[in-house]
């Protein structure tokens, strides 16, 4: 369709974020918690690991935790293209036939701000539509655009969370 925003990972990227990125975010959400424990234990008396440790990298880890926990349920996003437009989405899916999606079919729109990562519910589609900065653009433009394009014609609510 004509002015359409495109989010679709590289075939190489994507695959890699489909497979390694869950483990790896996983991996360093509990190291990050354990070594915070362990500080606890095994740094010195006195030191600044010992008193800060505890409170600074469990949080941290947390973070990593809810996105491994993001990029998992959403891993089907990483080979799939969207495409956003004024009539709606549409989802081509690796291997599949291209579905569209109307914005009246829209069930639900979770924005999550800290991770860059919009989440849209319809109830057309078994899967979630992921859209995030998946170009790798640094000023973000079509995620922005494309998170505009989408809160200006949802009939729903936009759920806007921070972690």
Not at 154 to 162: N, S
Request: net charge neutral; charged share 20%; aromatic share 14%.
């Amino acid at each position: 369709m004509n002015n359409a925003i495109e989010f679709e990972y590289g075939p190489v990227k994507g695959v890699l974020l489909k497979f390694l990125a869950p483990p790896l975010f996983l991996v360093l959400g509990v190291v990050l918690i354990v070594a915070a424990f362990a500080a606890v234990f095994y740094a010195e008396t006195g030191s600044l690991e010992r008193y800060l440790g505890p409170f600074v990298l469990p949080p941290i880890g947390g973070l990593f935790l809810r996105l491994a926990g993001l990029y998992f349920e959403s891993r089907h996003a990483f080979t799939t293209r969207y495409a956003i437009h004024e009539g709606g989405i549409e989802v081509h899916p690796k291997g599949e036939l291209p579905r569209f999606v109307a914005w009246t079919d829209i069930d639900e729109v979770v924005v999550w701000r800290f991770y860059q990562w919009c989440q849209v519910s319809a109830r057309t589609l078994e899967k979630t539509i992921v859209i995030s900065n998946a170009k790798g653009d640094i000023k973000q433009t079509d995620y922005w655009a494309g998170l505009a394009l989408i809160q200006r014609n949802v009939h729903v609510a936009v759920d806007l969370r921070m972690f």
